[in-house]
């Protein structure tokens, strides 16, 4: 078979690696728990209360170990990939001082393996879990710039009595704790936190944030609940706590970016690497399949993987009955030119409506779409179809520039010296961007442009149309809210909690945008409620290639002309893929996996949902919110044309999910 992709010599596509694990590379998913009680006290069973809520992890087996002390105890729910004969975890070093539970899979442990057995070390198991047991012997907490993978972490050290745990650098797996009285909580989930004795009750700070479209880790909407940030481990002795970064986006300043470099040499070279994660996400002995919409990410994973697998791949897609949502069609035709076995999941207003408190509950976050719900019933036929593992297209977005307001910030920005306020609109360019991104509107670009929050202007040197949007989203809103300070005061504080000089100053306005939504967006809501919760809700892991590390940090060389090329977005990723895509899914404009919008179907069981819900007691649980105001802008919309309605949609479902959630965490 000839390579994939051809250029300079050194991007050359490596041999094609068997797509089943040799016998002793053995992965297993997961959730993991654990409590640290430096008074004492009984640890065990709140461990196994926080277990049982994360059941749908891990259904297969559990695993516990608790200190003879009986102060630290750590809990595993396992979902095994393959059916093992060793590998159950909490699994301990070869003298039972280092302990470690593990969710999610490190790639490419084989090579690290063998290194460690040269250095003496000797392994129980035949899991990629145990490595970083051996990792952490001979590096300490550096041992986190070994792994490769999605994967959260939760090690205790006897020798030094300290607790150590760490979640992978774009935060695929979650991670949250909590502490309180010398006792340090940590799980999976926040429900296992609650179930561990951590009181459930709405956090009134976080709340605002996400309210304000302006969350960011660690903070959640779940009082003294923190979730570890990307890219970050927590070190815990007695009653220290503290949060270190230890990966970071680093996207480089102009004149750092390499030069001279042809278009064909960039395409073949980020085509290499992108087949090699690819490939290496395909290694197991268990079906492997692929979610496949219509957008270039999904299909590209699709290209890929069909190249590798020794049989047909099987793609699962949904379809939606209003034609602007429906990306059905042109995922037929793309799993028909990949050669794979084509599934279609059809999916209705009436199913969203059932499946929308349950995908919250697991999600543990607001909505702004039905898109989790509907995430949440394909993931449900996917596993009733036999299938544990996935491929997915998520991450690519954030890395390659892909969502429209990339695009106007390109429009407003490229190459004008930023002054004070918004820069040029860029006249019809904008206006177009806008009219050809309905489907969205309101959601990924403002339908007009709003005053911009000075705080932006003044350390950025501009408004990024990322947070233009979430202003103007969170205005629309205003009706129903009652802020504890004005919206622009609430965004202004997310510039407080990024590190502005280190990061995102002297970067072009693209990749400012790109480090404040990687930041947010990202790892809070595409990869928790559109990724991790709702295929772990049942028990199937998702795999991402395009947030593979050594994708991110070869993407990161690249000019924004790489990743936007006039009105063409994702560009280099388009052309390294070109040969292996349908005309249709080359030639198409970014679109978001959306639901058709509640008020566009007024006799759907969702309406019916949304109306009841908005007019109930239950918006007067959920801090913030005003039910009159809510009424107010229900009765106002239901008027309103059909444009005005999919605008609408992210401000109405915030409210529902907000008190849908209320509901089911008794908060």
Known sequence: MAPLFCGSPKTAVCPVRSYILRAWEKPIKCGIAGVFDSRG???ASAVRRGMATLHHRGPDSQGLWESAEHDICLGHTRLSIIDLSTGDQPISNEDETIHVVVNG????????????????HRFRTRSDSEILLHLYEEFGVDCVHHLRGEYAFILWDARTRTLFAGRDRFGIKPLFYS????????????????????????????????????????VTLFRDVLSIPAGCYLISR????TLHRYWDWNLPREEDLPQNRSDEDYAAEFGAVLDEAVRT?????VPVGCYLSGGIDSCTVLALMARHAPGRVRAFSLSFDHALYDEGPI?????????????????????????LSNAVWHGETLFF???????????????????????????????????????????????????????GEGGDSAAALRASNSVSAGLLLAPNPVVPNQAYVNRLGYFPAYMEANKATAERMKAALDLPAPIDDIMAGLLDRLDVAGQMAGRHPVNQSLYLGNKGVLPNYILTVLGDRMEMAHSVEGRLPFLDHKVVEFSRTLPVTQKIRGTVEKYVLREAMKPHLTPTVYERQKHPFLSPPALLKPDEPLHMLLQDTLRSKAMDRVPHLRRAGAIQMLDETLKANDAE???????????????????????
């Open 331 to 355: 995922a037929r035709e793309m799993a028909a030119r990949a050669g794979a076995e084509f599934t279609m999941i059809p999916m209705r207003h009436r199913q969203i409506a059932d499946d």
């Open 41 to 43: 006290g009984d640890v």
């Open 238 to 241: 007695g009653r220290d706590c």
């Open 645 to 667: 309605k999919i605008v609408m949609e992210g401000p109405f479902m915030h409210l529902l999910t907000a008190c849908l959630l209320g509901e089911r965490f008794g908060l």
């Open 179 to 218: 502490q309180a009285g010398g006792r340090l909580v940590l799980g999976s989930e926040v429900k296992a936190l609650h179930a561990a004795g951590v009181p459930a009750a709405w956090d009134q700070e976080g709340m605002a944030r996400v309210l304000a479209f302006s969350g960011i880790a660690p």
């Open 281 to 285: 996400r395909m290694r197991a002995d």
């Open 105 to 120: 899979e490190f790639y490419d442990f084989e090579t690290l393996r063998k290194d460690l057995e040269g250095r003496g």
């Open 369 to 423: 779409n039905g898109h989790c719900a509907a995430k949440f019933a394909l993931s449900r036929a996917v596993r009733h179809a036999g299938y544990k593992v996935v491929l997915t297209g998520e991450g690519s977005d954030e890395v390659l520039a892909g969502y429209p307001f990339f695009r106007m910030d390109l429009i407003r920005h490229n190459g004008a010296a930023m002054s004070a306020g918004m820069g």
